[in-house]
């Protein structure tokens, strides 16, 4: 039964996660008014890069190739600790929401070793990008999981969605999607359909990555954007208190919401400049905080 | 000892300096005493290839010398009971450390680290003359013990914490620690880091619990704990030189340590609540952790400076091609000190987080501390993976930026056997790291009386299951990607844009690589840029160079020390040799004291 169940659920994330991108493209084309690729793109996509040949920089070590293997099995590692609403997690204990944030940064670790393997400045640059805008997106992250945690009373990623309804989960709702945008490489802090690789984050990183090595970071990056909603619509919605049936639907439901919230920023705003970036993540960070603060007033009243 | 054996103490008949030799070996010194037996004898086997006889006929038989003379005070310094012989011990250690650090003495950068570290070191020894001396004075005797009832020896804690903080590296007391790591040869240096600032770190997990804490002593801990780790790394980041980065790290680590003793030592004024015994435990196998990877990196950066003769990143690159070994272990090392699962630094991180996250739930005074505390604990994770892929894809990956660089070659199998002694016990600790707690607790019994139940909570044993299966599927993920590829590689240049002419400088640099975070802590890195900039449409040359100063040292330190040598300078007008002077100076005094005894007398 155990075995059955996480397969049920790997099958849940492997399968569901690539639609999330086709649905941000479809918004993306619908206020475009252009037809626009259709939903299931990636996985044909993933399908065509599974049977390729993989071209490999003259000097990458073995490790370009493992790196990525290395980041997905970090990503979905980290996708199979989150619960799924009322359905719970596999298994849990306290504490594994820290290793979920640091599998996260296990994943950051190997694609930027991946990215400095090939020498090139361009790749050298986006993990630079990508490692130092990190480390205030970690801020923002700790700072909604301490709230999360003080709401609940628990650190484990079990019991710890009991959002009390009110502004500070509005709050949040915002500061969490923020750091989703930043996480997740998306506009305005990165922009996953632009060529000029000098104003690329994480595009830029894998430039030089072919083959399957290259469906399995696509393929990896659409679980994490899966990951980042889920824990938004769990951190705002109380799944976890609803029948199986509708929590489940409610949170496909959400998560839909939020992508197609993604797409429309995407298409209605502008990539920021660099400089800004860190500004946009300390307003995120302080999404975060208002609700902590809230959650802290509350509690010592 | 750390099995459960009863403690062992040893007398002896003679006196030294008075009195007699008491040893006492419980489960705090055994705890240390197994990191020093574990770094030395990795770094004896180390040093074997790395510091030959042949290469170095003077100073390989008296670095040998010295090196047994600082692991027999830094063990004398672990089992002495007597103040006394804990400070002749001290003295050794710190002495011999200082002839190892200067074994090159034929550079002046070397005399000028060797110099800072004895002067420091010896301000720190000053400190602790004089709180042995106050306790010997306030307690009739030399001989060292439990004795937390006698609450007027409180005070002296502040005194040995000056003392052994100036030893552990404590931010802003680490003035002497990157340069005397990074100018030391690399098996000293992995010495210094990975035990001799634990030595430290002993002495204050030592005296507070045998000694009573005033009040505040936990928060100045925490407190400079979370200073240490954030500002550590940051410093680590500007730095450009590899084994002085890896000295900054060094830093931050004891901040680690710092920040759980810290909150233990809090949390043991309210009785020892659960969270405070994670934090305890997260601090004290943070100790352990940080003694093997440190020492672990040391070594892959003596591999790195034994091959290429640099230390300067940007003259490496490239060197997996010629040195696989070294490359992956000192990338193992990397995974474990940036707090990434699953290997041990995460395991020691998540035991201090864990105990931070719950005392945030008190919703009192701790709580309110804790909350800042683990979103700086955060950072710094964050900044140290930033800092450690920065030195992994600048010295290991990408093309050799220079001719040594080129001509690598990997490093013998001693020194390889040595790495791969520590990354075993890194590996161990993070895949068991259940199979530690019973350890912890004794060390924690014996330190404070803390009564930590002997089975480790189910959150570690889950933990060390879901580590030991992520390491499954990562190895199988990887063997798995090369198996699957075996046959479908082509090897091609790295796309650059359509450039034609790609050369190995147009990498990017450490410099350029930590620009981002430099900028944000260039308030107290306080980095120089000299740089030639292009001129006119057809530029000939251009030159950008950039160096971040040890702040404190420079800032701080210097001109302290400048003023006050002026003042001398100033007071030594008095002193010129005329007789008459100074028989009007004697006047002086007679007449000051003696109105000084009159008006005394009076009142």
């Known amino acids: ?301 | 000892m750390l099995t459960g054996q009863p403690g062992w103490s040893w007398k002896s008949d003679f006196l030294l300096g008075g009195t007699p030799l008491t040893l006492l070996l419980d489960a705090v010194s055994a705890f240390f005493l197994v990191l020093l037996s574990t770094v030395a004898a990795a770094g004896s086997i180390y040093a074997i290839r790395y510091w030959p006889d042949s290469t170095h006929p003077r100073t390989a038989p008296s670095g040998r010398l010295w090196w047994n003379a600082m692991i027999t005070g830094m063990g004398l310094v672990l089992t002495a009971a007597n103040g006394l012989h804990f400070l002749l011990g001290w003295e050794l250690f710190a002495v011999s450390a200082y002839f190892l650090v200067s074994l090159e003495r034929g550079n002046p950068q070397v005399r000028a680290a060797g110099w800072l570290y004895l002067a420091a070191s010896h301000v720190g020894t000053l400190a602790l003359f004089a709180f042995f001396a106050s306790l010997a004075a306030q307690t009739g005797s030399w001989e060292l013990g439990p004795m937390r009832d006698n609450v007027e020896l409180a005070p002296l804690f502040w005194l040995a914490f000056l003392g052994f903080g100036i030893k552990a590296g404590v931010f802003p007391l680490h003035v002497w620690l990157p340069s005397a790591h990074a100018n030391a040869p690399s098996h000293v240096s992995a010495l210094l880091s990975g035990v001799a600032l634990k030595i430290g770190i002993y002495g204050l997990v030592r005296f507070s619990g045998w000694l009573p804490t005033p009040p505040g002593a936990g928060w100045v801990m925490a407190g400079l704990g979370c200073t240490s780790a954030v500002l550590g790394v940051a410093f680590a980041l500007g730095q450009h030189d590899l084994k002085r980065l890896l000295a900054y790290h060094s830093v931050e680590n004891i901040g680690i340590i710092l920040m759980g003793l810290g909150f233990a030592t809090v949390a043991l004024e309210r009785d020892t609540p659960y969270w405070g015994t994670l934090a305890l435990a997260g601090g004290l196998l943070h100790v352990w952790n940080h003694g093997l990877f440190k020492s672990l990196l040391f070594f892959g950066a003596g591999a790195v400076l034994h091959a290429t003769g640099t230390r300067q990143m940007s003259r490496l690159g490239g060197l997996w091609r010629h040195m696989p070994w070294t490359a992956a272990l000192f990338t193992l090392g990397s995974v474990a000190i940036s707090g990434l699962p699953p290997l041990n630094g995460f395991v020691s991180e998540w035991l201090i987080y864990s105990g931070l996250l719950l005392a945030g739930m008190e919703w009192n005074d701790v709580a309110m501390a804790v909350i800042p505390a683990a979103v700086l604990l955060a950072v710094t994770g964050a900044l140290a993976l930033a800092c450690f892929t920065k030195v992994c894809g600048v010295v290991f990956l990408g093309a050799p930026r220079s001719a040594p660089a080129e001509r690598a070659h990997e490093c013998g199998w001693g020194m390889r056997g040595a790495m791969l002694m520590l990354a075993a016990g890194c590996t161990l600790i993070g895949l068991f790291p259940a199979m530690f707690w019973q350890v912890l607790s004794r060390v924690a019994k014996d330190w404070s009386a803390v009564d930590m139940s002997s089975r480790a909570p189910d959150a570690l044993y889950t933990l060390g299951l879901t580590h030991v299966a992520l390491a499954v599927l990562g190895l199988a993920a990887g063997v798995g990607t090369i198996w699957f590829l075996r046959n479908r590689v082509r090897r091609s240049v790295t796309w650059d844009c359509g450039f034609s002419a790609p050369s190995a400088r147009m990498q990017y640099t450490a410099g350029s690589f930590a620009g981002i975070i430099n900028e944000w802590f260039a308030w107290i890195l306080r980095p120089t840029v000299h740089e030639i900039r292009p001129t006119t449409f057809f530029p000939s040359a251009a030159q950008c160079a950039s160096h971040t100063p040890e702040t404190v040292l420079e800032h701080v330190v210097e001109p302290v020390g400048h003023k006050i040598l002026r003042l001398a300078d100033k007071a030594s007008g008095f002193q010129h040799g005329r007789v008459q002077s100074y028989i009007f100076y004697l006047c002086v005094a007679i007449l000051v004291l003696s109105a000084a005894a009159i008006l005394s007398g009076r009142s």
Not at chain 1, 15 to 40: E, S, T, Y
Not at chain 1, 65 to 89: H, S
Not at chain 1, 159 to 177: E, K, R
Not at chain 1, 272 to 295: D, E, K
């Open chain 1, 1 to 301: 039964m155990e075995v059955l169940d996480i397969l049920a659920r790997l099958l849940v994330w492997l399968v569901l996660a690539p639609l999330l991108p086709g649905i941000i493209n479809k918004v993306k084309a619908w206020v475009a008014c252009r037809q626009g690729p259709p939903v299931l793109q990636l996985y044909f996509d993933l399908a065509r890069l599974w049977s390729k040949g993989v071209v490999m920089s003259t000097m990458a070590s073995p490790g370009f190739l493992i790196a990525p293997a290395v980041a997905w099995v970090a990503v979905v590692a980290a996708a199979m600790l989150m619960p799924l609403g009322r359905a719970g997690c596999i298994f849990s204990f306290d504490g594994d929401v820290l290793l979920l944030v640091y599998l996260l940064a296990l994943a950051r670790f190997s694609t930027a070793w991946g990215a400095m393997e090939t020498g090139s400045a361009f790749e050298g640059m986006g993990a630079a990008r990508e490692v130092s805008f990190a480390v205030l997106a970690e801020i923002g992250i700790i700072t909604a999981i301490l709230t999360l945690a003080l709401e609940s009373g628990s650190i484990s990623l079990a019991s710890m969605f009991t959002p009390p309804p009110g502004p500070g989960a509005a709050l949040l709702a915002v500061g969490l999607f923020i750091i989703l945008l930043a996480e997740n490489c998306r506009v305005p802090f990165d922009d996953p359909n632009t060529h000029l690789e000098l104003t690329m984050i994480h595009e830029v990183m894998v430039l030089d990555h072919s083959g399957p090595p290259f469906a399995l970071i696509l393929h990896g990056a659409a679980v994490k954007m899966m990951l980042f909603s889920a824990l938004l619509v769990q951190a705002v919605l109380p799944l976890a208190h609803m029948p199986l049936g509708l929590s489940l639907a409610a949170m496909a439901g959400g998560i839909v919401l939020v992508v197609v919230a993604v797409g429309l920023v995407e298409s209605l705003t502008a990539r920021l400049a660099f400089r800004r970036v860190p500004l946009l993540l300390t307003i995120g960070f302080l999404f975060c905080l208002f609700p902590l603060l809230l959650t802290w007033m509350e509690g010592v009243l």
